[in-house]
Protein backbone atom coordinates (compact mmCIF):
# COMPACT_ATOMS: atom_id res chain seq x y z
CA UNK A 1 0.00 0.00 0.00
CA UNK A 2 1.15 3.67 -0.80
CA UNK A 3 1.65 6.07 1.57
CA UNK A 4 0.81 9.76 0.46
CA UNK A 5 3.34 12.88 1.62
CA UNK A 6 3.30 16.04 1.30
CA UNK A 7 5.44 18.81 2.88
CA UNK A 8 3.00 18.89 5.83
CA UNK A 9 0.93 15.60 5.58
CA UNK A 10 1.59 12.09 5.86
CA UNK A 11 -1.31 9.28 5.32
CA UNK A 12 -0.28 5.94 6.03
CA UNK A 13 -2.13 2.78 7.14
CA UNK A 14 -2.39 2.68 10.96
CA UNK A 15 0.03 0.69 13.15
CA UNK A 16 -0.23 -1.24 16.51
CA UNK A 17 2.07 1.53 17.66
CA UNK A 18 -0.82 3.91 17.00
CA UNK A 19 -3.06 2.89 19.72
CA UNK A 20 -1.45 4.30 22.45
CA UNK A 21 -2.39 7.77 21.23
CA UNK A 22 -5.49 6.48 19.74
CA UNK A 23 -7.08 5.68 22.89
CA UNK A 24 -6.10 9.28 24.68
CA UNK A 25 -7.64 10.88 21.49
CA UNK A 26 -10.99 9.24 21.63
CA UNK A 27 -10.77 8.97 25.46
CA UNK A 28 -11.03 13.31 25.75
CA UNK A 29 -14.38 14.14 25.53
CA UNK A 30 -13.59 17.65 24.57
CA UNK A 31 -11.37 15.83 21.10
CA UNK A 32 -14.07 13.57 20.58
CA UNK A 33 -16.99 15.53 20.73
CA UNK A 34 -18.17 15.13 17.54
CA UNK A 35 -17.56 11.85 16.90
CA UNK A 36 -19.06 8.96 18.35
CA UNK A 37 -18.84 9.43 21.79
CA UNK A 38 -15.57 8.23 24.19
CA UNK A 39 -14.12 4.76 23.76
CA UNK A 40 -11.68 2.52 26.33
CA UNK A 41 -8.88 1.58 24.71
CA UNK A 42 -10.13 -1.57 24.42
CA UNK A 43 -12.94 0.08 21.90
CA UNK A 44 -10.02 1.35 19.79
CA UNK A 45 -8.34 -1.67 19.76
CA UNK A 46 -10.84 -3.44 18.31
CA UNK A 47 -11.59 -0.40 16.25
CA UNK A 48 -7.93 -0.36 14.57
CA UNK A 49 -8.54 -4.04 14.20
CA UNK A 50 -11.61 -3.34 12.05
CA UNK A 51 -9.59 -0.23 10.07
CA UNK A 52 -7.46 -3.11 9.18
CA UNK A 53 -9.40 -5.99 8.26
CA UNK A 54 -10.73 -3.45 5.18
CA UNK A 55 -7.86 -2.96 3.98
CA UNK A 56 -6.94 -6.68 3.83
CA UNK A 57 -10.38 -7.24 2.54
CA UNK A 58 -11.16 -5.00 -0.33
CA UNK A 59 -7.95 -2.89 -0.28
CA UNK A 60 -8.91 0.68 1.04
CA UNK A 61 -9.60 1.98 4.37
CA UNK A 62 -9.04 4.84 6.82
CA UNK A 63 -5.65 6.23 7.21
CA UNK A 64 -3.75 7.93 9.62
CA UNK A 65 -2.35 11.01 9.18
CA UNK A 66 0.65 12.22 10.91
Request: hydrophobic letters at 40%; one cysteine or more; glycine letters at 6%.
Amino acid sequence: MAEVETERLLLRRWKEDDLDAYARMCADPEVIWYLSGTMTREQCQAQLARFERGWKERGLGLWRRR
